[in-house]
């Protein structure tokens, strides 16, 4: 897996040799977790899918942000959009657990 670093956001990700022949992963973290909770899923599917995993902003190697108002669940599902863009992913699975499930749908709704 390689370790990138998101700028001008800092947010932290991991991704294996992502290849357009195959299904892309992206997984979602749940509060006070990070990429290292999908670290079991990366073995898993690295060998047959794109796997990126990161970590929320305030979240684990990710930048600190001093506002409250900085960890909206909008604002995070824009993190993702953000990271979309940056590794021009065209179609994706969504996979998000707890809190991460809540900014996925989120994600989902306001960029189909």
């Known amino acids: 897996m390689h370790e990138s670093i ?3 956001i800092g ?3 991991r991704t294996n040799d992502i290849r357009p022949d195959r299904p892309t992963l992206l997984f979602v973290h749940g509060l006070s977790g990070c990429a290292s909770a999908w670290f079991p899923f990366e073995k898993i599917f690295a060998a047959t899918a794109n796997v990126i ?3 929320l902003r305030g979240h684990g190697k990710s930048k600190k942000y001093p506002a409250l108002a900085d960890y909206a669940i909008d604002t995070l599902a824009s993190d993702i959009a953000t990271l979309v863009t940056k590794l021009q992913l065209e179609k994706f699975v969504l ?3 707890s809190f991460g499930a809540a900014i996925a749908l989120s994600y989902a709704e306001k960029y189909p």
């Open 53 to 55: 995993t990161f970590d």
């Open 95 to 97: 996979i998000g657990h």
């Open 6 to 8: 998101l700028e001008p």
């Open 11 to 13: 947010l932290y990700y």
